[in-house]
């Protein structure tokens, strides 16, 4: 593997990681704050935001692990940080300022699953015990 790529995965994987934060200060108004709304939020928007973040954990755990060249790895690391960006987009233009509380939870969700992509899998020297 080479160092150059693995540079290049970690710098885009910090990138989507930092976004996940800055999309609230650029496309709303900073963190929500406050109590949700008194009717809870509908299902289909819970669906919506989490469906991306198991998809993206699959693609983490299932697809990657199986990948053996660097630019394949880049390709699919790309797509699942899409797929954990999704909810926050979700978050912020459909369930909207009227459930603040929930709007946090997505973030979280959100954050972790985009911190389990860290490109640990794509480093030089770094193996996995499977490899052993």
Not at 15 to 21: C, I, P, S, T, Y
């Amino acid at each position: 593997m080479q160092k150059q790529q693995a540079f290049v995965m970690w710098i885009i994987w910090l990138v989507f990681l930092q976004m996940a934060f800055a999309y609230h200060f650029v496309l709303g108004d900073g963190f929500p704050s406050g109590e949700n709304a008194v009717e809870p939020m509908a299902n289909w928007l819970w669906v919506l935001c989490v469906v991306p973040i198991l998809l993206a954990t699959g693609v983490r755990w299932l697809v990657i692990p199986k990948l053996k060249q660097q630019a394949q790895m880049l390709i699919v690391l790309i797509i699942g940080l899409a797929l954990c960006e999704m909810p926050l987009f979700f978050e912020l233009f459909l369930i909207g300022a009227d459930y603040p509380q929930n709007q946090i939870v997505v973030l979280m969700l959100s954050v972790f699953c985009l911190i389990q992509f860290a490109p640990i899998y794509g480093t030089p020297g770094v193996t996995s015990e499977s490899e052993e």
